[in-house]
T-cell receptor, first 111, second 112 residues
Framework: GENVEQHPSTLSVQEGDSAVIKCTYS??????FPWYKQELGKRPQLIID?????GEKKDQRIAVTLNKTAKHFSLHITETQPEDSAVYFC??????????FGTGTSLTVIP | NAGVTQTPKFRILKIGQSMTLQCTQD?????MYWYRQDPGMGLKLIYY???????DKGEVPNGYNVSRSTTEDFPLRLELAAPSQTSVYFC???????????FGPGTRLTVT
């Protein structure tokens, strides 16, 4: 099956700085890559996603890039705010039936 | 819409006991999923269903069973609970065509 690796496991940034989280995947057939934000004790919530026919997608301060050749995708958060502090998970899916998640990045934004 | 609901929120089981985790969605979604999340880890897929009457194994199905008799409900059964099943369990659903999954609030299970 698919194997998704996520780095770094923890990330601390100053408020206003940018944060970048990277994921790699193993199966070149994967074609859908969502990112989830999970606050402590809460459920994961989708923040952005990208399909394999697109190289980049933006939504206000959040962007995701995909490099199919290298089989990696990244989450970029600009102008970070304290409320961005959470655990972020990447995932990959081939058919849309099964989703394979990374191990998460704990982001702390220091005011 | 209530979205995806799960019961119970918390449960402590003794080794060897059995229980059913309930999951219900009121969005008429075809696809439903069960994940487990161990501390500091990502989500692992246990079972999924693409519609009523159809279920399939995910990455970590051993020790669990599911059924899908209606579109709304997707219960997860634990038989002979083991400490390795201590985890937070999330149910999720999604519409047939869209890819976004909607997660329930989770069930925190401890087996001692």
């Amino acid at each position: 099956g698919e194997n998704v690796e996520q780095h770094p496991s923890t990330l601390s940034v100053q408020e206003g700085d940018s944060a970048v989280i990277k994921c790699t995947y193993s199966d070149s057939a994967s074609n859908y890559f969502p990112w989830y934000k999970q606050e402590l004790g809460k459920r994961p919530q989708l923040i952005i996603d990208i399909r394999s026919n697109v190289g980049e997608k933006k939504d206000q301060r959040i962007a995701v890039t995909l490099n199919k050749t290298a089989k990696h995708f990244s989450l970029h958060i600009t102008e970070t705010q304290p409320e961005d502090s959470a655990v972020y998970f990447c995932a990959a899916s081939i058919t849309g039936n099964q989703f394979y998640f990374g191990t998460g990045t704990s982001l702390t934004v220091i005011p | 819409n209530a979205g995806v609901t799960q019961t119970p929120k918390f449960r402590i089981l003794k080794i060897g006991q059995s229980m059913t985790l309930q999951c219900t969605q009121d969005m008429n979604h075809n696809y439903m999923y069960w994940y487990r999340q161990d501390p500091g880890m990502g989500l692992k897929l246990i079972y999924y269903s693409v519609g009523a009457g159809i279920t399939d194994k995910g990455e970590v199905p051993n020790g669990y069973n599911v059924s899908r008799s209606t579109t709304e409900d997707f219960p997860l059964r634990l038989e002979l609970a083991a400490p390795s099943q201590t985890s937070v369990y999330f149910c999720a659903s999604r519409p047939g065509l869209a890819r976004e999954q909607y997660f329930g609030p989770g069930t925190r299970l401890t087996v001692t």
